[in-house]
């Protein structure tokens, strides 16, 4: 069992003081079920990406843009939506801890 709100702060503090401005770690693995928390200090962009089949994320602090070609979806603290199942690129618009879950396989 992890504490989220002890993983937020870690993460946020990680992100801050690393040079790329990111960090993550996977917390849950449960067969095609991934659970990760991302740091993101302020400016830190995760460059375009592929979705996997099926994701969502939670921002647990801060506020983050995903970016994809139908669009940017803004996100704020508390706020959960669905990563669209398109290639995309994530920016913190402050410093941001995010959830990221995604099933790997359908």
Do not use: N, W
Request: charged share 20%; aromatic share 2%; net charge negative.
């Amino acid at each position: 069992m992890r504490d989220v709100a002890a993983l937020t702060e870690e993460y946020a503090d990680a992100a801050s003081s690393a040079p790329h401005g990111r960090s993550a770690e996977l917390v849950l693995q449960d067969g095609p079920l991934r659970q990760s928390v991302l740091g993101l200090a302020e400016g830190a962009e995760l460059s375009e990406h592929d979705a996997p089949p099926a994701a969502s994320v939670l921002v647990l602090k801060g506020s983050i843009e995903i970016v994809g070609e139908s669009g940017t979806i803004a996100l704020e603290t508390g706020m959960l939506a669905a990563v669209p199942r398109e290639r995309h690129s994530v920016k913190a618009v402050v410093d941001s801890v995010f959830l990221l879950t995604a099933v790997t396989d359908i």
